[in-house]
């Protein structure tokens, strides 16, 4: 049964950090696309960040602005992001994915919530 558990989220103020993490269990990580998306009231599910899965290769969406790493440990199963200098539009519920393309296969997490307010 594969799952992907995030943690890491919660309430935090403007200007302050969170790093929230993403262990996976029941695929073989070191094979797998890995990223974080967030989705905020409203509004539709986006990309936020992705890491090729030897960790060589990151992509992250233009609003990041450098204040968030994606970063990776094949060795616990586990995908982290950073985040840096938050700000209210940063607040959404953030989610892991996995994917291995050439197998079609992708498997999503159930989702932190990251709460940025004062």
């Known amino acids: 049964q594969v799952q992907l558990v995030e943690s890491g989220g919660g309430l935090v103020q403007p200007g302050g950090s969170l790093q929230l993490s993403c262990a996976a269990s029941?695929?073989?990580?070191?094979?797998?696309?890995m990223s974080w998306y967030r989705q905020a009231p409203g509004k539709e599910r986006e990309l936020v960040a992705s890491?090729?899965?030897?960790?060589?290769?990151?992509n992250y969406a233009d609003f990041v602005k450098g204040r968030l790493t994606i970063s990776r440990d094949n060795a616990k199963n586990t995908v982290y992001l950073q985040m840096n200098s938050l700000n209210s539009e940063d607040t959404a519920v953030y989610y892991c994915k996995a994917d291995r393309g050439s197998l079609k296969l992708a498997y999503w997490g159930q989702g932190t919530q990251v709460t940025v307010s004062s």
């Open positions: 029941g695929i073989t990580f070191s094979m797998y696309v």
């Open positions: 890491i090729s899965s030897g960790g060589t290769r990151k």
